[in-house]
Nanobody, 116 residues
Framework: QVQLVESGGGLVQAGGSLRLSCAAS????????MGWFRQAPGKEREFVAS????????SYADSVKGRFSISRDNAKNTVYLQMNILKPEDTAVYYC?????????WGQGIQVTVSS
Protein backbone atom coordinates (compact mmCIF):
# COMPACT_ATOMS: atom_id res chain seq x y z
CA GLN A 1 0.00 0.00 0.00
CA VAL A 2 1.27 3.43 -0.93
CA GLN A 3 1.78 5.87 1.92
CA LEU A 4 1.36 9.58 1.20
CA VAL A 5 2.71 12.48 3.26
CA GLU A 6 1.76 16.08 2.49
CA SER A 7 3.88 19.11 3.35
CA GLY A 8 4.08 22.81 2.56
CA GLY A 9 0.85 24.08 4.06
CA GLY A 10 0.47 27.06 6.35
CA LEU A 11 -0.92 30.55 6.70
CA VAL A 12 -0.74 33.01 3.82
CA GLN A 13 -2.37 36.31 2.96
CA ALA A 14 -4.89 36.59 0.17
CA GLY A 15 -3.13 36.97 -3.15
CA GLY A 16 -0.14 34.98 -1.98
CA SER A 17 1.22 31.60 -3.03
CA LEU A 18 2.00 28.23 -1.51
CA ARG A 19 3.35 25.01 -2.92
CA LEU A 20 2.15 21.74 -1.47
CA SER A 21 4.17 18.57 -1.84
CA CYS A 22 3.06 14.98 -1.43
CA ALA A 23 5.75 12.35 -1.04
CA ALA A 24 4.79 8.75 -1.76
CA SER A 25 6.42 5.57 -0.56
CA UNK A 26 6.87 2.53 -2.77
CA UNK A 27 8.28 1.86 -6.19
CA UNK A 28 5.00 1.99 -8.11
CA UNK A 29 4.38 5.73 -7.83
CA UNK A 30 4.67 6.27 -11.56
CA UNK A 31 1.97 3.67 -12.20
CA UNK A 32 -0.81 5.71 -10.63
CA UNK A 33 -2.63 8.90 -11.30
CA MET A 34 -2.44 11.40 -8.46
CA GLY A 35 -4.99 13.86 -7.17
CA TRP A 36 -5.40 16.73 -4.75
CA PHE A 37 -8.60 17.25 -2.80
CA ARG A 38 -9.63 19.68 -0.08
CA GLN A 39 -12.15 19.91 2.71
CA ALA A 40 -13.23 23.19 4.25
CA PRO A 41 -14.91 23.33 7.67
CA GLY A 42 -18.51 22.21 7.45
CA LYS A 43 -18.18 21.19 3.81
CA GLU A 44 -17.67 17.94 1.96
CA ARG A 45 -14.31 16.97 0.51
CA GLU A 46 -13.99 18.27 -3.03
CA PHE A 47 -11.76 17.58 -6.00
CA VAL A 48 -9.04 20.14 -6.73
CA ALA A 49 -6.73 18.70 -9.39
CA SER A 50 -5.40 15.48 -10.86
CA UNK A 51 -2.52 14.34 -13.04
CA UNK A 52 -1.98 11.21 -15.09
CA UNK A 53 0.81 8.73 -14.53
CA UNK A 54 3.22 10.37 -16.98
CA UNK A 55 2.11 13.89 -16.16
CA UNK A 56 0.92 14.46 -19.71
CA UNK A 57 -2.63 15.31 -18.73
CA UNK A 58 -4.02 17.39 -15.88
CA SER A 59 -7.49 18.30 -14.72
CA TYR A 60 -8.71 21.08 -12.43
CA ALA A 61 -11.80 22.15 -10.57
CA ASP A 62 -13.30 25.29 -12.08
CA SER A 63 -12.73 27.14 -8.81
CA VAL A 64 -8.93 26.80 -9.08
CA LYS A 65 -8.41 26.75 -12.84
CA GLY A 66 -5.82 29.33 -13.87
CA ARG A 67 -4.54 29.74 -10.29
CA PHE A 68 -3.39 26.24 -9.28
CA SER A 69 -1.01 23.93 -11.10
CA ILE A 70 -0.42 20.24 -10.42
CA SER A 71 2.82 18.52 -11.41
CA ARG A 72 4.75 15.42 -10.51
CA ASP A 73 8.32 14.17 -10.38
CA ASN A 74 8.28 10.40 -10.75
CA ALA A 75 11.99 10.16 -9.97
CA LYS A 76 11.28 11.70 -6.55
CA ASN A 77 7.92 9.96 -5.99
CA THR A 78 6.41 13.37 -5.38
CA VAL A 79 3.40 15.31 -6.62
CA TYR A 80 3.09 19.06 -6.21
CA LEU A 81 0.30 21.59 -6.09
CA GLN A 82 1.40 25.14 -6.85
CA MET A 83 -1.27 27.51 -5.56
CA ASN A 84 -1.20 31.14 -6.70
CA ILE A 85 -3.51 34.10 -6.16
CA LEU A 86 -4.88 32.40 -3.07
CA LYS A 87 -8.29 33.44 -1.79
CA PRO A 88 -9.85 33.09 1.67
CA GLU A 89 -12.23 30.52 0.19
CA ASP A 90 -9.22 28.29 -0.56
CA THR A 91 -8.86 27.75 3.19
CA ALA A 92 -9.16 24.01 3.81
CA VAL A 93 -7.36 20.84 4.69
CA TYR A 94 -5.69 19.60 1.53
CA TYR A 95 -5.23 15.91 0.81
CA CYS A 96 -3.29 14.09 -1.85
CA UNK A 97 -4.59 10.76 -3.06
CA UNK A 98 -3.79 7.99 -5.48
CA UNK A 99 -5.37 4.85 -6.82
CA UNK A 100 -6.55 3.02 -9.89
CA UNK A 101 -10.13 3.49 -11.04
CA UNK A 102 -10.88 5.22 -7.75
CA UNK A 103 -8.77 7.00 -5.17
CA UNK A 104 -7.99 4.44 -2.49
CA UNK A 105 -4.91 5.80 -0.76
CA TRP A 106 -5.02 9.15 1.03
CA GLY A 107 -2.56 11.29 2.90
CA GLN A 108 -3.28 12.62 6.36
CA GLY A 109 -4.01 16.10 5.07
CA ILE A 110 -2.40 19.48 5.61
CA GLN A 111 -3.95 22.78 6.62
CA VAL A 112 -3.92 25.77 4.29
CA THR A 113 -5.28 29.01 5.71
CA VAL A 114 -5.69 32.15 3.61
CA SER A 115 -6.29 35.36 5.53
CA SER A 116 -8.16 38.29 4.03
Amino acid sequence: QVQLVESGGGLVQAGGSLRLSCAASGRTFSSYRMGWFRQAPGKEREFVASITQSGARTSYADSVKGRFSISRDNAKNTVYLQMNILKPEDTAVYYCATGGSSYTNWGQGIQVTVSS
